[in-house]
């Protein structure tokens, strides 16, 4: 009967010092996806190279962590001609700045299944404050986390001569993210 007590109270505690966080990134079911409107009309596309690493537990959100890196030289207009513009010295200058990165500093429930992130967006070597609404929905072992954020390319000076006439390019770029995340069992 002792025995039985001390392997149950074992049991106990090391499910106690285990937690399920949200943290391996499925690459090839994910999306980053932009938004905007040019002379009024809107536009999208998307990034296709880009990594993230992540941590979240909404039981535990003190620890919570996001760095995602983008391969900006991958983004995807729908035309090659766009491709190439925006890769050029006025827009991304990728030769100068091959990636953008966004880094999380803290997260907060917003209720329901709803969250905000915050951090710093760092393009063309400007890091620039940004926050982020996202969606967390977990389904077993897997989770989706959708989400978007509204950055202003001029900060970041992005379009540059010509191109810093929003009435050509609005300022207003939406991005969104749709992450598919594994969990791992995490010692804490």
Same mark, same amino acid.
């Given at each position: +009967? ?11 505690? $090391? ?14 079911? @994910? ?7 040019? +002379? ?13 690493? +992540? *941590? ?6 003190? %620890?919570?962590?996001? *760095? ?17 513009? !925006? ?9 100068? &700045?091959?990636?953008?990165?966004? !880094?999380?500093? @803290? ?10 992130? &915050?951090? %710093? ?10 926050? =982020?609404?996202? %969606? ?5 072992? $897997? ?9 202003? *390319?001029?900060?970041? /000076?992005? /379009?540059? /001569? ?13 991005? /969104? ?7 791992? =069992?995490?010692?804490?």
């Amino acid at each position: +009967m002792k025995k039985l007590f001390y392997t149950l109270c074992l049991l106990g505690l $090391t499910s106690a010092t285990y937690a399920t966080e949200f943290t391996q990134i499925v690459p090839a079911k @994910s999306s980053l996806t932009f938004g905007y409107k040019q +002379m009024g009309v809107p536009m999208d596309g998307k990034f296709g190279q880009f990594t993230a690493q +992540m *941590r979240f537990d909404p039981a535990q959100l003190t %620890t919570a962590q996001a *760095r995602i890196d983008v391969n900006l030289a991958s983004i995807d207009t729908g035309s090659s001609e766009a491709n190439e513009e !925006v890769s050029g010295k006025l827009w991304f200058n990728t030769r100068a &700045f091959p990636n953008g990165q966004f !880094v999380s500093s @803290s997260v907060k429930a917003l209720g329901g299944n709803r969250y905000q992130t &915050f951090g %710093t967006l760092t393009l063309k070597g400007k890091a620039v404050p940004v926050s =982020a609404i996202f %969606t967390f929905k977990p389904d077993g072992a $897997t989770a989706i986390f959708d989400g978007t954020f509204v950055l202003k *390319r001029l900060d970041y /000076g992005i /379009g540059e /001569g010509i191109w810093t006439d929003i009435s050509t390019v609005a300022n207003e770029i939406q991005i /969104g993210f749709h992450f598919i995340v594994n969990a791992g =069992a995490v010692k804490k």
